[in-house]
């Protein structure tokens, strides 16, 4: 089992629709999670933190932590064609000991025009 | 504040040779990383320093070397080059503040290939 698993897609939504990406990690002790997007040819961005169960909006982006089932999501509202890149969950797989993060594979997101 | 950055930004090597790439931060954050990126797949980390002068391995550190003589640089170097290093390198750097794992923040990249 890998340590953090992501659907690699590509997630094809029409423009306007909720994309949902999904993310589940294999260590209950992580504590820290993260929503990177990165477009093709670039460097990871950061979209989301979250270290608390529950859902944390910011702007369209929403990330939610379910810590008792190891499963963190983000969903992009009113989705835009800009919003077509790989999204990569990171997770700090060990707990605050871990001094480093580890990612998914990324899901590739493309928003249909 | 110009972030993280790198140089190169794209290198040929030939198989056997050597080379450094090199990653600066004005962040002044203790944390720093290199990860590797094969194409369609997500990131694996090589090295990572606390601190300078305190390195650690990662997930796939074999045919690199790292240094941290200061706060501000880190890089990476490449022995015995093999077009298995074939990769995108990206270099990033975090506060690491005691006990939060904190935002990482990415460097462009350097691509390399290895013929």
């Known amino acids: 089992q890998k340590e953090v698993e992501q659907n690699s897609g590509p997630l094809s939504v029409p423009e306007g629709a909720i994309a949902s990406l999904n993310c589940t990690y294999s260590d209950r002790v992580s504590q820290s999670f993260f929503w990177y997007r990165q477009y093709s040819g670039k460097s990871p961005e950061l979209i989301m933190s979250i270290y608390s169960n529950g859902d944390k909006e910011d702007g369209r982006f929403t990330a939610q932590l379910n810590k008792a089932s190891q499963y963190v999501s983000l969903l992009i509202r009113d989705s835009q064609p800009s919003d077509s890149a790989t999204y990569l969950c990171?997770?700090?797989?060990?707990?605050?000991?871990?001094?480093?993060?580890?990612f998914g594979s990324g899901t590739r997101l493309q928003v249909q025009p | 504040n110009a972030g993280v950055t790198q140089t190169p930004k794209f290198r040929i090597l030939k198989i056997g040779q050597s080379m450094t790439l090199q990653c600066t931060q004005d962040m002044n954050h203790n944390y720093m990383y290199w990860y590797r990126q094969d194409p369609g797949m997500g990131l694996k980390l090589i090295y990572y320093?606390?601190?300078?002068?305190?390195?650690d391995k990662g997930e796939v550190p074999n045919g690199y070397n790292v240094s941290r003589s200061t706060t501000e640089d880190f890089p990476l170097r490449l022995e015995l080059a093999a077009p298995s290093q074939t990769s995108v390198y990206f270099c990033?750097?975090?506060?690491?503040?005691?006990?939060?794992?904190?935002?990482?923040?990415f460097g462009p990249g350097t691509r390399l290939l290895v013929l």
């Open positions: 990171a997770v700090n797989i060990g707990g605050t000991g871990r001094r480093a993060l580890t």
């Open positions: 990033a750097s975090s506060a690491g503040r005691r006990g939060i794992q904190e935002t990482q923040y």
């Open positions: 320093s606390v601190g300078a002068g305190i390195t």
